[in-house]
């Protein structure tokens, strides 16, 4: 069935180092993956996102890869500062009658250290 | 602010009653999403429309709950005879129809607590 799933539910880095979140998919048919981040008490906020036939894309300090062969998608945040500490999301779309609906994980806790 | 909003931002109710909530989307976004998100978990689809046209509903979304958007604008999500398993934050989305990735734009939620 459809599972989006996240391997780490709490990550702690130190300010300054680079921080690496990842994410498992089931369904070979997703087309589109978006990472989010949530802080507390807001909705969801877009970061990056890529698309199924792309293995890598950059934003500012921002790096998702894509590796299709075994359905497993990364969050590199370079440098990472405190106003990164958040929970993190994955999501896929499957693209079925053009729903664009959503598929979440369940999320991964950044906690940067000083 | 240009981003989408919901009212009210927090709701209180006694299991039975009755809730609405309301979400303005970006406004030249044509769909607009409703999800909930409980405590630790991802946001799970509830329903969309595309402009006026509610297209997908999920399964979650019981007999109780219902979605309208009448101009293709503004949505509400009512939810009658509230239970306390309603507790939950419930998000609303808005997207273009057609773009590069037709990202979802999130607003800060409502949280429902169900007493």
């Known amino acids: 069935g459809e599972s989006v799933g996240l391997h780490l539910p709490t990550l702690s880095v130190q300010e300054g180092d680079n921080s690496i979140i990842n994410c498992a998919y089931s369904n070979s048919a997703s087309d589109y993956f978006i990472w989010y981040k949530q802080e507390s008490g807001k909705g969801p906020q877009f970061i990056i996102d890529?698309?199924?036939?792309?293995d890598k894309r950059q934003g500012q300090r921002v790096t998702v890869l894509l590796n299709k062969t075994v359905k497993h998608l990364s969050l590199q945040i370079a440098a990472t500062q405190p106003g990164d500490s958040a929970v993190y999301f994955c999501?896929?779309?499957?693209?079925?009658?053009?729903?664009?609906?959503?598929?979440f994980g369940t999320g991964t806790q950044l906690k940067v250290e000083l | 602010d240009t981003g989408v909003s919901q009212n009210p931002r927090h709701k209180i109710t006694k299991r039975g009653q009755n809730v609405t909530f309301r979400c303005d989307p970006i406004s030249e976004h044509n769909r607009l999403y409703w999800y909930r998100q409980t405590l630790g978990q991802g946001p799970e689809f509830l329903t969309y429309f595309q402009n006026e046209a509610q297209l997908e509903k999920s399964r979650l979304l019981s007999d109780r709950f219902s979605a309208e958007r009448p101009k293709g604008s503004f949505s509400t999500l009512e939810i009658q005879r509230t239970e306390q398993g309603d507790s939950a934050m419930y998000l609303c989305a808005s997207s273009l129809l057609a773009g590069v990735g037709n990202e979802q734009f999130f607003g800060p939620g409502t949280r429902l607590t169900v007493l």
């Open positions: 999501a896929d779309r499957i693209l079925t009658g053009g729903g664009n609906k959503l598929t």
């Open positions: 890529i698309r199924s036939n792309m």
